[in-house]
């Protein structure tokens, strides 16, 4: 679970990236995160993993204090970033092994896991090539592979499809939904509104750092347009970002205050 | 050659880029930093002309004044034309090497519709200016300084010109042509960073080699006709080297007899020479150039595939702190770059300068120059246990050497910086920021420890010394040594540079090496002062002066250390990513 409390973060110390946002994704749900470029939507999810420190606001991932209790934290969740920036003059057998340490993950289970997640990714065959060699998508595979090595509870997916070829952008959305449905939490950011539709439980949109929308599917058309597609409304509720104030559903207003 | 020029437009835009990478004067990519202008450029470039020729120009006129002494001021436009060549040696490796095989440009340039030969032009030519800049700026200004203190006649200075381009490109057209070689039948030369890494250890032997080839073809080893190609007597040799390399054997020439036909006849031959080189060269980049390149593309040879017994072997758990020690050793080791500026560095730099000293000090005394047995005298100083009374000189030579070499040693003072945007890592994962700030000190600490003991060791067998002594100087070594890699990653946590795009950017161009290179030059020098300062306080008191430099030292070290750890804890909330 991650609870968002009041957040807030400015770059220059005159625009927000993240205005004033609040927000609770639950155990046992794939939440989806969308918003135009620029949106905020990297540096919302930077700010819930630690790589920057609000100005404001609190986060809580798995009930530790992600600022005060950030080492316990840490060891919950898996972050996997927009870009597949990694030690390229690693092999990729030796990227894995590093993650297994630092992450303290057990022989056996480091073992079967590797196996497991290449196998599904479908880069078993060139562990042993140093990562340089890899091309993007399979560099994505690699850290992706890398993030859900000590099975974390709570995943945080930063454009994870990007890159990926189809059958590993379906492994993935089937691990995404075997996770949520063992209890756990899946939070990603996408560009893709059909990805959105299809997977998530939950959605939210924010652009300019402000949240416009948080709910499932079916409550943004009820709301908004029911015969609209999800990009039809998505593009609607960006364009009227400036009057539109956000909408939350009542169960999580009253968990928020 | 309409081609030729057009093709040149872009590759000399991108020279200049290269150029300004390797000066470290290329702009950082930021959100806050303005784009440079190009005026800003200019200037900067005209501020490091400016300089370079400065420091040539004092070296010319000082050189040549010594030598007019000497009876022998001819002696330097021979210097100039050995001096060039090694420059250019070392520099055309490093440049030819990324420019003519690693450059991704190089894609895109075969697939447009030029002829081959214009794109083994150009990027020839693309390569060689580069390369041939530095020892150009740095000799031309010396030459013309000499020809005034001189009072060469006006030709002299006309000849210049040509003479520096005679002396720089023949060697640069020898060390291409093996290069091209070595691309086009080696499997080696395909793993562009085993590549770089063995040519830059390589070159860095081969530049050694070469001067002490220099230095041992001296004026006595003459055979009949070792003069210079001109009238009898008119100027000999400095160094039986020079007509191992034709064009600065016809340059030199050509610069020594600017008042007679003799010039015209060796500047011919020196022109003759560069000529056929550049024909050699080119008829056999024909062949091998453009294969030598699609070669690369080919990448090197396939990797074995993990069978799952390896793949047990290599998955073995290890604590969090080995675990960042050996992935920040391999990653040292793996990128040419850190490996150059860090490890090489380290631990050539001591070896050499205390190699040179030992054989020099053994020449000497062979060649009977001194009138005593200097190293004998040693030897016995030591055996005797007189060091004893010396110790003060001991403990402050120790401390000053150590700083100057680890000042060498930059794997501390680039330990952040050099994580550029993978810093993130280290932010994510579950490891206190202590651990992985002792993690990133350890490589530093360690090559400083194995160098010293070996130093320590090597100083202490060939003095004769006691154990005590060589304990000693250890000890003193090692703290000195250590306050050097702390007190420059102290000064890294403070300013990292963490969004660098070439790799040489934050193991030469950042603060902390500034502070490593330079500062502990002057730190070096300090302690030389601070030891004859502590000296005149105690009154000559020998132990107590030894003490008080050791203590001085120690101060630093725990001072700093404290600094670190207190930091370790804000490092990762001061940066964002």
């Known amino acids: ?257 | 050659m309409r081609q030729y020029f057009i093709l040149m437009r872009p590759l000399w835009k991108e020279m200049l880029g290269s150029f300004e990478q390797g000066f470290g004067l290329s702009k950082k990519k930021g959100k806050k930093r303005k784009p440079r202008s190009k005026i800003a450029s200019i200037l900067l470039f005209g501020f490091l002309f400016l300089m370079l020729g400065f420091y040539s120009v004092i070296y010319g006129v000082g050189i040549t004044q010594f030598l007019i002494l000497a009876g022998n001021p001819d002696g330097f436009i021979q210097m100039v034309a050995l001096g060039a060549p090694l420059l250019i040696l070392l520099f055309g490796i490093l440049q030819a090497i990324p420019t003519l095989y690693h450059e991704t440009s190089l894609e895109s340039l075969l697939v447009l519709p030029l002829k081959p030969s214009v794109i083994i032009g150009g990027k020839i030519t693309q390569a060689y200016f580069p390369a041939a800049v530095f020892p150009i700026a740095f000799f031309f200004p010396a030459l013309i300084a000499h020809g005034i203190v001189a009072g060469r006649p006006w030709a002299f200075y006309v000849q210049s010109i040509p003479f520096m381009f005679f002396v720089t490109f023949m060697p640069f057209a020898v060390v291409v042509i093996l290069l091209l070689f070595i691309m086009r039948y080696t499997k080696f030369a395909r793993d562009k960073d085993r590549f770089q890494m063995v040519t830059s250890i390589f070159t860095v032997l081969l530049a050694v080699g070469f001067s002490l080839f220099i230095n041992m073809q001296n004026v006595g080893t003459q055979m009949p006709g070792s003069q210079m190609f001109g009238p009898d007597g008119r100027s000999t040799f400095m160094s039986g080297a020079l007509p191992y390399i034709p064009s600065s054997y016809f340059g030199a020439g050509m610069l020594l007899y600017a008042d007679s036909g003799y010039s015209l006849l060796n500047g011919i031959l020196a022109l003759l020479v560069n000529v056929f080189a550049l024909g050699v060269l080119l008829l056999l980049a024909r062949r091998l150039y453009i294969p030598g390149v699609l070669g690369m593309q080919a990448g090197g040879k396939p990797t074995k595939q993990l069978t799952r017994e390896a793949m047990h072997r290599a998955l073995r758990p290890r604590k969090a702190y080995r675990a960042i020690v050996q992935k920040e050793w391999k990653i040292l080791l793996r990128t040419p770059a850190f490996f150059t500026q860090t490890i090489l560095g380290a631990v050539l730099m001591p070896a050499l300068m205390i190699g040179v000293m030992i054989m020099t000090l053994s020449r000497m005394d062979s060649s009977g120059d001194l009138e005593f047995d200097l190293i004998g005298m040693l030897q016995i100083w030591n055996q005797s246990g007189a060091w004893k009374h010396s110790l003060w000189l001991i403990v402050m030579i120790a401390s000053a050497a150590a700083a100057f070499f680890s000042g060498s040693n930059m794997m501390s003072a680039s330990a952040i910086s050099r994580q550029g945007k993978l810093f993130y890592y280290s932010k994510l994962i579950p490891v206190p920021a202590r651990v992985q700030v002792f993690a990133w000190l350890t490589p530093g600490l360690m090559t400083t420890t194995l160098i010293w003991l070996f130093l320590t060791a090597g100083i202490t067998i060939f003095l004769k010394g006691s154990f005590l002594f060589g304990l000693i100087v250890f000890v003193t070594a090692w703290l000195n040594a250590y306050l050097v890699q702390i007190v420059s990653f102290f000064t890294d946590m403070f300013f990292p540079n963490l969004d660098w795009t070439n790799e040489v950017q934050p193991v030469k161009n950042t603060k902390a090496t500034m502070v490593s290179g330079l500062g502990m030059f002057i730190y070096a020098g300090t302690i030389v002062g601070v030891g004859f300062l502590f000296r005149k306080i105690w009154g000559g008191h020998d132990l107590l002066t030894a003490l008080s430099i050791f203590i001085f030292s120690l101060v630093i070290v725990i001072l700093a250390t404290l600094l670190v750890l207190k930091r370790s804890d804000r490092l990762f909330s001061a940066i964002d990513i």
């Not at chain 1, 992600?66 to 970033?81: G, R, T």
């Open chain 1, 1 to 257: 679970m991650i609870d968002i409390r009041n957040l807030s973060k400015s770059y220059d110390g005159v625009k927000n990236a993240v205005d004033d946002l609040s927000l609770e994704i639950r155990d046992g749900e794939i939440f989806g995160f969308l918003g135009p470029n620029g949106a905020g939507k990297t540096t919302t999810l930077k700010l819930i993993t630690g790589l920057l420190s609000p100005d404001s606001g609190s986060i809580n991932v798995n009930g530790y204090d992600i600022e005060q209790e950030a080492l316990e934290a840490k060891k919950h969740f898996a972050f996997v970033p927009d870009n597949p920036d990694t030690f390229t003059r690693l092999k990729a057998i030796e990227y894995l092994r590093f993650i297994a340490d630092v992450y303290g993950v057990g022989k056996e289970e480091r073992e079967a896991r590797i196996e497991d997640l290449t196998h599904r990714f479908g880069i078993f065959d060139v562990l042993n090539q140093m990562v340089k060699t890899y091309s993007h998508g399979m560099k994505q595979k690699l850290i992706l592979v890398g993030a859900l090595l000590h099975d974390p509870d709570t995943w945080i997916l930063d454009e994870p499809m990007t890159g990926l070829d189809p059958a590993s952008s379906f492994q993935l959305k089937q691990l995404m939904r075997e996770h949520a449905d063992q209890g756990k939490t899946v939070l990603f950011s996408t560009h893709v509104l059909e990805v959105a539709e299809k997977v998530c439980d939950r959605l939210s949109i924010i652009d300019n750092g402000k949240l416009l929308f948080v709910g499932t599917i079916e409550e943004l058309k009820a709301r908004y347009a029911k015969d609209d597609s999800l990009e039809s409304l998505f593009l609607k509720l960006v364009a009227q970002e400036e009057e539109a104030a956000p909408y939350v559903p009542d169960d999580m207003m009253e968990s928020l205050l």
